[in-house]
């Protein structure tokens, strides 16, 4: 199997990348990047793989759909929006890691990520690829899920898929480490800002709101809305969703123990803890979700507190996870990573 990425030189891309070059179902990987007008070393353009002599080639949809046999888009908010046509067209295999193809509402789309859409017709030929629930077996174009949205949807999904608690009153508190605003840098992920501080930002205007809403009225339609919130936080790597709601009456912590194991059984990427509460390191380096639940019978909550690699399960991880299931690989081919220790 040969495999294209385009967006090498961003952080998502780079992580891919390491994924790809040792997953055995793949033989060549071919990288593009939009901004050559010839062939470059890769090791010139991301000194990190200062010993790879591959290639870089200038971008060209045609040379994609010729040579490989699909391509991944690593690539920035409003990229794929405008790049996506001729592949759907094909019918050519996409895994895109951007939020352009997730929604399936162009003004919704444009509300969340302030950038034009693609067009209705593209929207509504990609999946939504939250790997653990939706298979992307025989799927052409899939949407791979935002970082927040995946760990926040894991560790909802018993809760709301059982009907075990009130749907008005999910209140979302995440966290992540600074890699999750890519190689950019910006006043808030600038090291004397970020360092030694925490930052609430996109206050109830996070893009991963939308479609954390889809995917959860897609397994029960009770769900109006969700409280939201995110916060920078002086890490490098990793997500934790710390998720509240109110049970329904007469739910107890037996119940929710019972769904999260029963969801999860068989699962090979999600991990729950039971009151063992994961922390973020248990994660990073690996494709797994860790999750672990408390009950409070005094206040009638319940809290999920799941942990992930914001790049490999948040991104390139659940982007493999995705090619396994559309090619039909094993699930866990090029995905069997340990956690970095200490
Ligand atoms: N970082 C994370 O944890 C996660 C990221 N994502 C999403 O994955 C995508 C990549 O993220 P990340 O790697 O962090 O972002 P980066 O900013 O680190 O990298 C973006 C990449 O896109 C390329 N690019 C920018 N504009 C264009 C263009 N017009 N045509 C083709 N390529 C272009 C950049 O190339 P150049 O060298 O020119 O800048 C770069 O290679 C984004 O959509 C992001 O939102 C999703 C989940 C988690
Ligand atoms: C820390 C940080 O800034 N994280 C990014 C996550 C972006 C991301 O995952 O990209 P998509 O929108 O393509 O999913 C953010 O909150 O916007």
Known sequence: MQVAVVGITGYAGMV??????????????NLYDHKLTKNEKLSEMVPAFYTDETFVQPYSPDSIM?????????????????????????????????????????????????????????????????????????????ANPGCYATATLLGLAPLVQADLIDPDTIIVDAKSGTSGAGKNPAQSTHFTQANDNLQIYKPNQHQHIPEIML????????????????????????????????VEPGVDAKQIDRAYKQTYEGKPFVNYTGEHLPDIKQV???????????????????????????????????????????????????????????
Request: hydrophobic share 40%; net charge negative; proline share 4%.
């Open 16 to 29: 891919l990348y390491q994924l790809l070059r040792q997953h055995p179902e793949v033989d060549g990987i």
């Open 66 to 142: 010729a040579d490989n046999q699909l391509v991944f888009f690593a690539t920035s908010a409003g990229v794929t929006s405008k790049l996506s046509r001729p592949y759907i067209e094909a019918d050519f295999p996409v895994i895109d890691l951007s939020g352009d193809l997730r929604l399936n509402d162009e003004a919704e789309y444009e509300r969340w990520y302030h950038k034009p859409s693609a067009s209705k017709q593209a929207l509504n030929s990609a999946h939504y690829g939250l790997a653990d629930f939706e298979s992307a077996h025989e799927q052409k174009y899939v």
């Open 215 to 246: 995917e959860l009225q897609h397994w029960n339609d009770h769900v109006k809305a969700i409280q939201f919130m995110t916060t920078l936080i002086p890490i490098t790597r990793g997500i934790m969703s710390t998720i509240y709601a109110k």
């Open 284 to 342: 990073v380096g690996t494709n797994n979700c860790n999750i672990g639940v408390v009950y409070n019978p005094v206040t009638g909550t319940v809290m999920a507190d799941s942990v992930i690699d914001n790049l490999l399960k948040g991104a390139a991880g659940q982007a493999v996870q995705n090619f396994n299931q559309m090619f039909d690989y094993q699930e866990t081919s090029g995905l069997e990573l340990q956690t970095f220790l200490p």
